[in-house]
């Protein structure tokens, strides 16, 4: 019987794991589909505290296990295929191995995958101008022309974000309007460096070692022309990677786990969520590291009153 494990091993779960063992908690961390979790498939990152100069993604992430293991931390390289959860615990956790791991308390920091075209050019581009996170990457596309892909408010939102850096914002929707809220839509259309291509599909993203240019149709008459630009950004939505706990977790219609008030506990006791897994706003690596600390002090807290 393990005291605390820790689903997902990106900054919300490695923080988690930091925190719960320091508290000689011995956490287990099964790392999921995507060890370290998104941050590794970022080349630079310039907006996480403490790191004057860009540090790599994958580095960041390697330097949070590290620390996480110094103090006594277990990670399993392994996915979670079922789980079986009870209020109160014990939780079982089912990983593809077949291994069957129980534990007194969990914590979910599953996180989210970003929505993607799925074009053969958009996979050989990622991270060489090609990104799904304006507020991660836009600040690398000054004075160059940038394309967002979307419709939705978040799609509105990062073409905003981008007019700080980019000298031109081109927005590609597939229909003739928005599906954002009025305001976003409103605010997005009267920037004048944002420019709408309605009616539109991508159909590829031209270049060889980065972006170059991106193509599109018309879904009107099938024309299809190339946009000039150097970034790439699809705002589709995110999808939360929380399906295995559908049965026993309150989520919203999205799929983000349900919190209770400002705490990480969701609606079975001694199950706590931290990360994208439950935050559609911020989706940063600052925010997801401040719920794993938030989740570990909240598991550790439950777990000592119920020792009592």
Not at 35 to 57: C, H, I, K, R
Not at 257 to 265: E, G, M, P, V
Not at 278 to 297: E, K, L, N, P
Request: proline share 3%.
């Amino acid at each position: 019987m393990e005291n605390i494990v820790i689903v997902g091993s990106g900054a919300a779960g490695l923080t988690a794991a930091i925190y719960a063992s320091r508290a000689n908690l011995e956490p287990v961390v099964v790392s999921g589909v995507l060890p370290g979790g998104l941050l590794t498939q970022t080349s630079d990152v310039e907006n996480y505290p403490g790191f004057p100069a860009a540090v790599n993604g994958f580095e960041l992430m390697m330097k949070f296990e590290q620390q996480a293991k110094n103090f006594g931390t277990k990670v399993i390289n392994d996915i979670v295929t079922g789980a079986e959860l009870k209020d109160g615990g014990p939780h079982k956790i089912t990983l593809k191995s077949g291994e069957v791991l129980e534990t007194k308390a969990l914590i979910i920091a599953t996180g989210a995958s970003p929505r993607w075209l799925g074009l053969e050019s958009e996979e050989k581009l990622k991270n060489k101008g090609v990104s799904a996170c304006a507020t991660c990457d836009g600040a690398f596309f000054r004075e160059v022309p940038v394309v967002v892909v979307g419709g939705g408010d978040t799609a509105m939102e990062e073409a905003i974000f981008l007019t700080k850096f980019a000298s031109k914002v081109y927005v590609v929707h597939r229909r003739d309007e928005l599906r954002a809220s009025k305001i976003m839509g409103e605010r997005a259309q009267k920037n004048p460096k944002i420019e709408f291509l309605w009616s539109h599909v991508v159909t590829e993203i031209i270049g060889e070692e980065e972006v170059e240019g991106v193509k599109v149709k018309s879904l009107k008459d099938d024309a299809e022309k190339v946009i000039e630009a150097k970034g790439f950004f699809a705002a589709l939505g995110h999808i939360p990677n929380n399906q295995v706990f559908n049965d026993f977790i309150n989520m919203d219609k999205a799929g983000y786990i349900k919190l209770d008030d400002s705490s990480s506990k969701t609606n079975i006791e001694g199950v706590f969520a931290a990360g994208d897994c439950a935050d559609h706003v911020y989706r940063q690596a600052i925010t997801a590291a401040g719920m794993g600390c938030r989740a570990a002090i909240d598991a550790e807290r439950w777990l000592e009153a119920k020792a009592h």
